[in-house]
């Protein structure tokens, strides 16, 4: 969360800090106007090199997070856990609606309302249903 709130900093927000660091030790802001390499200043480089280091240290704890996500996943369910949300199928009443609905007595969408999930998630019951019962529904 660290990472996320530093890459939040603007930066106009670096350029304060920079000048007020070098004001505190006595020296004039004007160095941080000077040019490098043309039209490059001093405050822009290390501007640059900030972000740059805050995007990397960001992208890296976002690897670390990710891979601490994954062994946990992978320990959980070599535990036996269950990992998602719980689903909504009650074989008992699915049997019973996808009844109906092979014999026509409803609809796709009120089968999918009377179970209370998507109509997309009713119709992906029944292509495992067929599948699990070797197509015969």
């Known amino acids: 969360m660290l ?5 939040k900093i603007k930066d106009d927000d670096i350029q304060t800090v920079l000048t007020e660091r070098i004001e505190a030790r006595g020296l004039d802001p004007a160095i941080l106007q000077q040019t490098l390499c043309g039209k490059l200043t001093v405050e822009q480089l290390i501007s640059d090199v900030v972000e740059e280091l805050i995007d990397e240290a960001a992208t890296a704890n976002r690897e ?3 891979a601490r996500q994954r062994k946990g996943f992978e320990q959980a369910q070599a535990g036996g856990k269950a990992i998602g949300r719980p689903s909504r199928k009650s074989e008992e009443s699915f049997e019973q609606v996808r009844r109906m609905y092979e014999t026509h007595e409803i609809s796709g969408a009120h089968a999918a309302h009377m179970l209370g999930v998507a109509r997309g998630t009713f119709y992906r019951w029944l292509k495992e249903k067929s ?5 015969g529904g």
């Open 64 to 66: 670390s997070f990710r």
């Open 131 to 135: 599948k699990n019962s070797g197509g």
């Open 3 to 7: 990472f996320t709130e530093l890459k």
